[in-house]
């Protein structure tokens, strides 16, 4: 583990201390054992303030038969796409992925990246697009991205991006019609 990444483990480690600090032994306890006291802290602290964003975007979004039909249309030339921009980083046989550097320079060398759609933004989609590994520590994979999660960075990015900003005002109106 770099020394400047918080893994899984340590940021659990860090919710049970700060509610051990404030619910358990704080001035006015409100818990009698470690477990209560997590309990207090999300539901009184990050349960208001957590979104199901990626579960409702991948539903209501990226799981649709409009969507489906799109990128089956544009499968081979997205794939392509991949298979150019991606594997600079992979070792001999290994299988290929796109890091988050191969991804950041797509976004940049098509024009994507402006005001509204920062590198921080194409991070975003980057990171929520990857499949969360059983083991950070372990994984291979961890921060690397396969093919079918280029497609969810993909519907991330045009989540962003408004249509008329990437093809213009006439062309957004004539596909907005055919959608």
Not at 73 to 84: A, C
Not at 93 to 119: H, I, K, N, P, Q
Not at 146 to 163: D, M, N, P
Request: hydrophobic share 45%.
């Amino acid at each position: 583990n770099p020394d400047r990444l918080l893994t899984r483990f340590e940021f659990m480690e860090i919710l049970v201390r700060i509610a051990i600090a404030r619910y358990l032994k704080g001035s006015t306890p409100q818990a009698n054992t470690p477990a209560l006291a997590v309990m207090v802290l999300l539901r009184r602290n990050l349960e208001p303030h957590a979104g199901r964003m990626d579960v409702d975007f991948r539903r209501d979004k990226l799981w649709t038969e409009k969507t489906d039909l799109i990128f089956r249309e544009y499968l081979e030339p997205i794939r392509r796409l991949y298979e150019m921009c991606s594997g600079s980083e992979c070792k001999p046989g290994e299988e290929r992925f796109m890091s988050v550097r191969e991804y950041l320079a797509l976004m940049d060398a098509a024009g994507m990246l402006d005001e509204d759609f920062t590198e921080r933004e194409a991070r975003f989609s980057y990171a929520w697009s990857l499949q969360t590994p059983v083991d950070e520590m372990t994984a291979p994979g961890f921060m690397r991205m396969s093919f079918v999660e280029f497609l969810e960075a993909l519907g991330r990015t045009a989540e962003f991006k408004s249509l008329a900003a990437i093809v213009g005002e006439g062309e957004a109106a004539e596909l907005a019609a055919e959608l």
